[in-house]
């Protein structure tokens, strides 16, 4: 079965809110061993227990705590998939982000993505391949804001354009390796995120679907879940020729 990932070990950053804990769910349901990491701790443990999974707590932005988090996770000898979904959005215009503001989505959105990518290609590099010559597979969150742009938020829109290049390089870089790496490029998605991230007041049910009906062709925002699908499919073996690409679920928005 496609989707079975029955003795597979799947590790997801961000775990503990909004997509990435949608995607433990999926990754969980189809029988994998998941580790979430987030800095979040209490949310971190709730959302473990809630999903049978395991949490690791730390901060994806610090290159020590991604090597230890990786090994932690392939202590029983490997690493099948690796789920980067940490992320932080600053909302302001160019002119009115601070040098902190840049810094701090840079070192999250960006370094977290590469150090995380970095020690989890190390460590399935030395694992033997599948029957069907795979090592591993990962998927970092982009954006559609990594290649459209767009007014008042321009650290995240820097960021997520260079976590797409860094998904292409190590892509190519371990094509033959069997270590495939994709990104996913939602939308507008319904999470904490979206919610809640640099605004003083969380948007209420009704600006939310608001929002859906106005800026986006369906007409709705997404479920974190509509995004979590595409995930396990790219580290399924049905998306055994699909490397280095970029996938957008956006229901339209990029096509306009
Ligand atoms: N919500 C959207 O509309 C949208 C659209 C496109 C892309 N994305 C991207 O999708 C990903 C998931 O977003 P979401 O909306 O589910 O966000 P969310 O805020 O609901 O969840 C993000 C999680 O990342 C964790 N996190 C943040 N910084 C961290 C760090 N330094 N170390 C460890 N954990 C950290 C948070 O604690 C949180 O649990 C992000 O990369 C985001 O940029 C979101």
Known sequence: MAQD????????????????AATAGLFAESGARVFIIDRNADLAQTMA???????????VSQSAFCE????????????????????IIIRANGLDTSDEDWQRT???NVSGVFYMCRAAIRQMKTQAPNADGARGAIVNFGSIWGELSG????????SKGAVHQITRTFAIEHARDGIRVNAVCPGE???????????????????????GERVVPMGRLAQP???????????????SYITGAMHYVDAGYSAV
């Open 189 to 211: 998605v319904d999470t904490p995120m979206l919610r809640t991230a640099g605004r003083t007041v969380p948007l209420t049910d009704a600006q939310a679907a608001e929002m």
């Open 5 to 20: 990932f029955n003795g597979k070990v799947v590790v997801i950053t961000g775990g503990a809110s909004g997509m990435g």
């Open 49 to 59: 227990s809630a999903l049978s999974v395991e949490a690791i707590v730390g901060d």
């Open 151 to 158: 007014k008042g938020a321009l650290a995240y829109a820097a």
């Open 68 to 87: 230890s988090a990786i090994a932690r996770a392939a202590a029983g000898g490997r690493i099948d998939a690796l789920v980067n979904a940490a992320g």
């Open 225 to 239: 879940v509509e995004i979590a699908r595409m995930v396990r499919f790219l580290c399924s073996p049905e998306a």
């Open 106 to 108: 840079l070192n999250v």
